[in-house]
């Protein structure tokens, strides 16, 4: 059965260098979705994609991130400078039409030192 | 406050026994998933409810639209039940809104 797969699933990473989080969604899926879930605490929204732009994004999603598919396969977020509070796991998701669910996969644990 | 709530935090039981995990949401919402988060932290879509039951194998879940209100049951329960089972609220054909979860443990 086709999955959402990420990549790394560990990266360690030090204060203030550019990281960039890959996820290759199940192929006819349409809208992407990024989440992160800090240690110990809840998943918490990032930002969704559809069309090739963000449709919606939180607070948390400032100018240190940014997200693209440039391959129409990819879709990665990168975080330009980070910082401690970076560190956390973060989960892409994708799903196809309007209501369906929604697709996770296994994250990428980052370390920020 | 949150708009997700679930209760309880954590959950011991022994294996065979039925489990009921509880979820509650202050907003109108299109779908209600139930998600369940192992140890090593991935996280695997176990049901989406806009209303009424849903079964699959051991797990049931249940909604109630007007009491917003969501159950995720694990009847004869074992110990590869272990892990954190989340609830997410979808308003709109978008954003999952997540519960801290419930921890549950399940021992011989």
């Known amino acids: 059965e086709p999955e959402v797969t990420q990549t790394p699933s560990h990266q360690v990473t030090q204060m203030g260098q550019e990281v960039i989080l890959r996820c290759v969604p199940i192929?006819?899926?349409?809208?992407f979705y990024w989440y992160r879930q800090i240690l110990g605490q809840k998943v918490e929204f990032l930002v969704s994609?559809?069309?090739?732009?963000?449709?919606?994004k939180s607070e948390i999603f400032d100018d240190q991130f940014s997200v693209e598919r440039p391959d129409g396969s990819n879709f990665t977020l990168k975080i330009r400078s980070t910082k401690l509070e970076d560190s956390a796991m973060y989960f892409c998701?994708?799903?196809?039409?309007?209501?369906?669910?929604?697709?996770f996969g296994p994250g990428t644990r980052l370390t920020v030192l | 406050k949150n708009e997700v709530e679930q209760s309880p935090q954590n959950l011991t039981a022994q294996e065979g026994e039925f489990i009921t995990i509880n979820c509650s949401y202050s907003?109108?919402?299109?779908?209600l998933h139930w998600l369940q988060q192992h140890p090593g932290g991935g996280i695997v879509s176990l049901f989406m409810?806009?209303?009424g039951k849903k079964k699959h194998g051991r797990l049931i879940a249940t909604i109630n639209i007007q009491e917003k209100h969501s159950s995720l049951h694990i009847t004869a329960s074992h110990p590869r039940d272990s892990a954190v089972y989340i609830c997410?609220?979808?308003?709109?054909?978008?954003?999952?809104?997540f519960g801290t979860g419930t921890r549950l443990q399940v021992t011989l």
């Open positions: 998701a994708a799903r196809g039409d309007s209501y369906n669910e929604q697709f």
């Open positions: 192929s006819n899926h349409l809208y």
């Open positions: 994609f559809y069309n090739n732009e963000i449709s919606e």
């Open positions: 907003v109108g919402i299109s779908a």
């Open positions: 409810l806009s209303s």
């Open positions: 997410a609220a979808r308003r709109d054909a978008s954003k999952l809104t």
